[in-house]
């Protein structure tokens, strides 16, 4: 397979989602309405494709047209879009605050649906109903929802399986003894850097690493990985670790992640648009970063998540696990779970760096989905208040 210019170097730019090792190749899906495609944009000056240091305009155009600039496959939509009827609106002056707030922090597109209905949709930025728009990663929460398929599928047979029995390319290494369930909790033990200021971090590493190794990128990068704690005693963020959750799936199931996704979220939960997300050097998806939704697919993605994913889909009580503390941060009832972060009074989300999120409160039927273009990669201060917006909004009939 043939590593494109942009592809190299839109991998490289993209420290904040790392690469994936030696994929096997395309594999017959099942029947699905239209096949997923490859998207390969023209070749782009490297300096373009630098993400984190794109400025504000650019940002807002970009993180509505991510497959213009970055390979990788569509997915096309459900053959069965799932209705979101109208519900009574949110009250005026809770409306109001949401769309201050949207202005305040940059935000793109909020949802808000509670009891299955629509009760908020406004969008900024000159972001539409029918455009999609960049997850960074909230894409680890579709790639934790696919790991639970494959084990519902039979091509994984437990969390507790070692990850060497599905990349032992790893064997030898740091992750000797590391099972799939401590990378789904990002719990391994393994000594990881994700500082994308730090220029010697392991993110920031992943260019060179690109460049002398190519398609076995991460696991090269993996193994020379030291240990910082026994397996299982110390919670570390590291995408790297997300990506390395999605070639377990791939190297199980013999497909891109997505692929599988087509047939294991898209056409379940009723996405009414495509989904695109990014490819790395082997030609499989990046397992951390980087695929593009319509705002009402993130709220779709939401509701999917609080029903269960389906009958079927994932294991019987998969996003009850997955989005509980299996981590506790003793921080006041937040905490991870299995690529969710998980928020006190039962409740978890999904999010993404520039203000990303599907925030779920399983207790009132509720899903926020917010998409944004904040200032700044991270902000406490906008998570606290998008955070306050949810619970006002859980408060109301």
Partial sequence: MTITKTLLSGIAALAIAGCSASYSGPVETTAAAEPVQLVNPPARDPSELQVLFWDDQT??????????????HE???????????????????????????????????????????????????????????????????????????????GFIGSLD?????????????????????QLATMTSGVAWNENYT????????????????????????????????????????STGETNLIGMVVENAIGLPLAEYAQ???????????????????????????????????????????????????????????????????????????YQWWTYPGGNYGARGIFGQSITIVPSEQLVLAVVSNWPTATSSEYRVKWGGIAAKIAAID
């Fill in 59 to 72: 940002r807002s155009a970009r993180f509505r047209e991510m497959e213009s600039w970055f390979a990788g």
């Fill in 198 to 237: 730090d220029p010697t971090s392991d993110v920031a590493q992943l260019n060179r690493f690109v460049v002398e190794f190519g398609p076995n990128a991460i696991v090269e990068q993996m193994k020379q990985l030291g240990r910082a704690a026994p397996a299982g005693e110390k919670w570390n963020y």
């Fill in 263 to 337: 047939t294991k979220i898209v056409e379940p939960a009723g996405f009414e648009g495509g989904l695109f997300w990014m490819t790395d050097p082997r030609g499989g998806n990046v397992g951390g970063c980087c695929l593009s939704l319509r705002l009402r697919d993130y709220a779709r993605m939401g509701l999917f998540a609080l029903e269960g994913g389906g009958e079927g889909i994932v294991p019987d009580g998969w996003f009850a696990a997955a989005g509980a503390a299996q981590v506790d941060f003793q921080n006041g009832g937040f905490g991870y779970g």
């Fill in 75 to 153: 997915v096309p939509a459900s053959a069965n879009p799932r209705e979101l009827p109208n519900g009574a609106p949110l009250p005026s002056a809770l409306q109001a605050e949401i769309i201050e707030l949207m202005t305040q922090s940059g935000a793109s597109g909020v949802m808000v649906i509670k009891n299955g209905t629509t009760r908020f949709e406004s969008y900024s930025l000159g972001l539409g109903a029918e455009d999609r728009w960049t997850s960074f990663s909230v894409a680890k929460s579709f790639t934790s929802t696919l790991l639970g398929a494959a084990i519902a599928d």
């Fill in 161 to 181: 399986d070692p990850i060497t029995q599905y990349v032992p390319e790893l064997a030898g290494s740091s992750y000797d003894g590391v099972t799939v369930k």
